[in-house]
Nanobody, 116 residues
Framework: QVQLVESGGGLVQPGGSLRLSCEAS????????MGWYRQAPGKERELVAH????????RYSDSVKGRFTISRDNARAMVYLQMTNLKPEDTAVYFC?????????WGQGTQVTVAS
């Protein structure tokens, strides 16, 4: 079955950095679009970034563009989210998703808290 396991969340000060990882299994990772989403308390889940299969083109939400970088390692079936210059408004549970809008599967989420 599809499994997506996120790691790397935690508490970080404003301006700091974190790297999230997502280990995927149970589907053909290299042929699927992968994405990171987040959900803050009281808000709807929103797309942060996604990365296409093939040449690995990327797309970012305007709120994270220039600060976050999504990448993938098809050999290891891993997708990453490097987050820099973190802001309090980045505080959320971050989810890894496989397929467009997560139609293949979702991870359980990892908490990212940005606070001084």
């Amino acid at each position: 079955q599809v499994q997506l396991v996120e790691s790397g969340g935690g508490l970080v000060q404003p301006g700091g950095s974190l790297r999230l990882s997502c280990e995927a299994s149970g589907f053909s990772f290299s042929t699927h679009l992968m994405g990171w989403y987040r959900q803050a308390p009281g808000k709807e889940r929103e797309l942060v970034a996604h990365i296409f299969s093939g040449r690995g083109e990327t797309r970012y939400s305007d709120s994270v563009k220039g600060r976050f970088t999504i990448s993938r390692d098809n050999a290891r079936a891993m997708v990453y989210l490097q987050m820099t210059n973190l802001k309090p408004e980045d505080t959320a549970v971050y989810f890894c998703a496989a397929g467009l809008q997560g139609r293949v599967g979702w991870g359980q989420g990892t908490q990212v808290t940005v606070a001084s």
